[in-house]
């Protein structure tokens, strides 16, 4: 868009030196002399400074070509505006001889101008498609990636809550069968896991065991102790 922008800017540049070649000779005083002079000055400068941004940004190599082939034809240009402006200050009669030469120059240069701001308009309309097909590429590749992210995270979620939660439903399964069947200690907590709650299955495992123990040892000295009262009833 910059290109562009420079090159428009450069075609009215061409235009305004075509102005300020009448107003230079159709000026009433040295001030609008002057002015006109002025005016011719500034234009150039920056008709120059356009064209060689232009040239500078390296667009395209026909593009390059192109402002290469329109230089001698703005020098020429320039040279008759300027000759006609500073002759106009000098002798009307004599600048106004000079109008066709410089009109000559500015319809060659128009043409060649033309012609140039075309090549950067397709410039800019291909490299605006290359990029809005590679910011839609893009765009594509990101949401197939946050895609395929959130379905591998489902996935993983899955399985992580399959790890945990049944074993944990296994651990309830048998303290509720301990709690409000028979009382049956021998069961034991079927989980082989070297996590957290494989090791809390492992100690409370070891813990029934121990228990069951206890119990047997306390029931095997009740019978030891109600031994004789039975002898005795006999």
Not at 51 to 71: F, G, R, S, V
Request: glycine residues 2%.
């Amino acid at each position: 868009s910059f290109g562009l922008r420079r090159q428009m800017e450069a075609d009215m540049v061409h235009d305004a030196l075509w102005a300020d070649t009448l107003n230079a000779i159709l000026a009433e005083d040295a001030s609008a002399e002057a002015q006109a002079e002025q005016d011719a000055k500034e234009h150039s400068e920056t008709f120059r400074k356009d064209m060689q941004a232009n040239d500078d940004a390296n667009l395209t190599p026909e593009i390059d070509q192109a402002i290469a082939d329109i230089k001698p034809v703005l020098d020429k240009y320039l040279e008759d505006v300027n000759k006609a402006v500073t002759t106009a200050a000098k002798d009307k009669v004599q600048a106004r001889t000079m109008i066709g030469e410089v009109h000559t120059s500015f319809k060659k240069l128009e043409e060649s101008m033309d012609h140039l701001s075309g090549m950067i308009e397709d410039a800019e309309k291909t490299s605006r498609a290359a990029l809005d097909t590679t910011v839609s590429s893009s765009v594509k590749k990101l949401i197939f990636t946050l895609a395929v992210a959130l379905l591998v995270l489902a996935v993983a979620s899955a399985l992580i809550s399959r790890s945990i939660v049944n074993p944990v439903r296994a651990l309830v399964v048998v303290l509720r069968d301990i709690s409000e069947g028979q009382g049956d200690l021998t069961v034991r907590i079927p989980i082989a896991r070297e996590d957290e709650i494989g090791e809390f299955a492992k100690c409370f495992n070891t813990f029934l065991g121990k228990l069951q123990n206890i119990i047997r040892e306390v029931k095997q000295q009740a019978e030891v102790l109600t031994q004789p009262v039975a002898e005795c009833e006999r």
